[in-house]
């Protein structure tokens, strides 16, 4: 990763942990440093009996930029299943790589205890960035137990790299 990228997500990731109503909720992680490719990468500070970190096998992923009109999606699909997203992240701003734009979605990781999610229609309270080497980096806050939101309000975050695979 580049020096300047490091510090730009730092000085973000700073700016996320407010808790004044502003959209940051609570304190946001810095995902781990590295990933390695086609496997998912992530830290967390949940309020749940699950490890506080870990690596899952990715069997793909699909990513759509932001437009105008649409939200972009970046989805993770654990190896073994195309049918249940691990990771289904909403952003609202087009991504260019290296750069960080404000995001929402859910975490499903239901072999390691984890299943969270930042709700539709609550702030675009995380964050996600690409980086120019096929790396993905994100962390999402103000979450919910359930990754359909119909659990109650989860303290903690949840952040994340993933690498995909060199054409």
């Not at 980086?131 to 994100?138: A, D, H, Q, R, T």
């Not at 359909?148 to 690498?163: H, K, N, R, T």
Request: aromatic share 8%.
């Amino acid at each position: 990763m580049h020096p300047c990228s490091r510090a730009v997500i730092a000085a973000l990731l700073a700016g996320c942990g407010t808790d004044d109503g502003s959209g940051g909720g609570g304190d946001a992680l810095a995902p781990p440093e590295s990933c390695d490719v086609m496997q998912l990468a992530y830290v967390h500070d949940l309020a749940l009996p699950a490890a506080t970190s870990g690596v899952v096998a990715v069997g793909g992923h699909a990513f759509g930029n932001a437009q105008t009109t649409k939200p972009g999606e970046l989805i993770l699909y654990q190896a073994g299943s195309a049918l249940a997203p691990t990771v289904h992240l909403y952003f609202s701003e087009l991504v260019l790589d290296g750069h960080i734009v404000p995001a929402r979605g859910a975490i499903a990781l239901p072999d390691q205890g984890i299943e969270v999610a930042n709700c539709d229609g609550a702030p675009y309270s995380g964050w996600l960035s690409v980086l120019g080497n096929g790396v993905y980096k994100f962390g999402i806050t103000d979450l919910h137990a359930a990754a359909d939101c119909s659990g109650a309000a989860i303290a903690g975050s949840f952040a994340g790299c993933y690498q995909e695979q060199p054409f």
